[in-house]
C-alpha cells in the first residue's frame, strides 16, 4: 500500500496527462482551422493583389468559407464528439467579431483597400494571442508573429502588399497551423 | 477495504490509462500520439500496452492509413471501470480512511 504523498504524486500525474491531451486536442483543432484560414487567406490576398477590382467578392466568399470551414470542423472532429451537436455561441462570435470590426473600419474610420489588409488580421490575430494567454503559447507565438509582419508589410512594402499579406497572413496560418500538429 | 489496481498502478501505465479515460467511450489514440502525451520510448510504451491489453483494459487496433501503420489504443469499459475504482482508492488514500 502506498501513502497519501505517493497517492497524491499518482493524482497529480493523471491532472497532469489530461491537461496535456486537452492541450494537445485543442492544438488538433486549431492547427485545422489555422491551416483552412491559411489556405483562404492566401487566396484572397492573391486575388486582391492580381484583380483589385474582384476583392470586394473574394473576402466576403473567404470569410463565408471560413466560419462555414470551422463550423465542419467542430463538428467533425472527433475529440469533439462529446460537444454539443452545434453550438450557435460559435456562430455568434463571428457575427460579433465581424459586426465590431466593421463599426470600426466602415463607420467610426473609413478605411482604405491597404488600411483594411492590415486591420483584419492584426484584429483576428489580436483574439488570436489573447486566447494563447489560456490555451497554449502556441497561439501567442503565432499571433506576435503575424502582427510584427503584417506591421512591417504595411509600413515598408508598396503595391505588393496584398502579396506580402498572402504569405505573411495566409502562409503563418498555414505554417502555424502545421506547426501546432508537431507541438 | 478497496486495493490499488497493481497493473493501473504503475507511472506509465497510469499515465496510459489516464489519457484513454479522458476520452469519449470508444474513442482511441493513436500509438504515436499516446507516445507524445507520455514521453516513453516505442518499446516502453508497447510492452505497458501489451500488459493492459493482456488485462482487458485496453484493446489495440491494428489499420493502415495509406501506406502507413497505424496503431490506436482504446480503454474498455473493464479498463475504464478499474481506471475509476483506482482513482478513487488513491482519493481514499489521501482522505486517509486508507494507507
Known amino acids: 500500500m502506498i501513502d497519501?504523498?505517493?497517492a497524491a504524486e499518482a493524482l497529480a500525474d493523471i491532472d497532469d496527462i489530461v491537461q496535456r491531451l486537452r492541450q494537445s486536442q485543442l492544438y488538433e483543432l486549431a492547427s485545422l482551422a489555422a491551416l483552412w484560414w491559411g489556405v483562404l487567406v492566401f487566396a484572397g490576398n492573391f486575388v486582391t493583389w492580381l484583380w483589385p477590382i474582384y476583392a470586394v467578392y473574394a473576402w466576403p466568399a473567404v470569410d463565408i468559407?471560413?466560419?462555414g470551414g470551422?463550423?465542419?470542423?467542430?463538428l467533425l472532429t472527433p475529440s469533439q464528439a462529446r460537444a454539443a451537436a452545434f453550438d450557435?455561441?460559435?456562430?455568434?462570435?463571428?457575427?460579433?467579431?465581424?459586426?465590431?470590426?466593421?463599426?470600426?473600419?466602415?463607420?467610426?474610420?473609413?478605411?482604405?483597400?491597404?488600411?483594411?489588409?492590415?486591420?483584419?488580421?492584426?484584429?483576428?490575430?489580436?483574439?488570436?494571442?489573447?486566447?494563447?494567454?489560456?490555451?497554449?503559447?502556441?497561439?501567442?507565438?503565432?499571433?506576435?508573429?503575424?502582427?510584427?509582419?503584417?506591421?512591417?508589410?504595411?509600413?515598408?512594402?508598396?503595391?505588393?502588399?496584398?502579396?506580402?499579406?498572402?504569405?505573411v497572413n495566409g502562409g503563418g496560418l498555414i505554417l502555424g497551423g502545421l506547426w501546432m500538429r508537431r507541438i | 477495504m478497496a486495493e490499488l489496481d497493481?497493473?493501473?498502478?504503475?507511472?506509465?501505465?497510469?499515465?496510459?490509462?489516464?489519457?484513454?479515460?479522458?476520452?469519449?467511450?470508444?474513442?482511441?489514440?493513436?500509438?504515436?500520439?499516446?507516445k507524445k502525451l507520455t514521453g516513453a520510448t516505442d518499446g516502453n510504451l508497447g510492452a505497458h500496452i501489451e500488459t493492459l491489453a493482456k488485462a482487458g483494459y485496453v484493446s489495440v487496433e491494428k489499420a493502415f492509413v495509406g501506406k502507413k501503420p497505424q496503431t490506436t489504443v482504446t480503454a474498455t469499459p473493464a479498463g475504464r471501470g478499474a481506471f475509476a475504482r483506482?482513482?478513487?482508492?488513491?482519493?481514499?488514500?489521501?482522505?486517509?480512511?486508507?494507507g
Open chain 1, 70 to 74: 470551422l463550423v465542419a470542423i467542430r
Open chain 2, 6 to 34: 497493481d497493473i493501473i498502478h504503475q507511472p506509465l501505465r497510469l499515465k496510459i490509462m489516464a489519457a484513454l479515460n479522458a476520452l469519449p467511450v470508444a474513442s482511441g489514440l493513436e500509438f504515436a500520439r499516446l
Open chain 1, 65 to 67: 468559407l471560413g466560419v
Open chain 2, 86 to 98: 483506482h482513482v478513487a482508492t488513491l482519493q481514499e488514500i489521501i482522505a486517509g480512511r486508507q
Open chain 1, 88 to 167: 450557435i455561441r460559435l456562430v455568434l462570435v463571428f457575427v460579433l467579431f465581424f459586426a465590431f470590426g466593421y463599426i470600426c473600419t466602415s463607420v467610426l474610420g473609413h478605411f482604405g483597400p491597404r488600411e483594411l489588409g492590415a486591420f483584419w488580421p492584426i484584429y483576428f490575430m489580436l483574439f488570436y494571442t489573447l486566447a494563447g494567454l489560456w490555451f497554449g503559447h502556441a497561439f501567442i507565438a503565432i499571433g506576435l508573429g503575424i502582427t510584427a509582419l503584417t506591421l512591417i508589410g504595411f509600413f515598408t512594402i508598396g503595391e505588393a502588399f496584398p502579396l506580402w499579406m498572402a504569405f
Open chain 1, 4 to 6: 497519501s504523498k505517493q
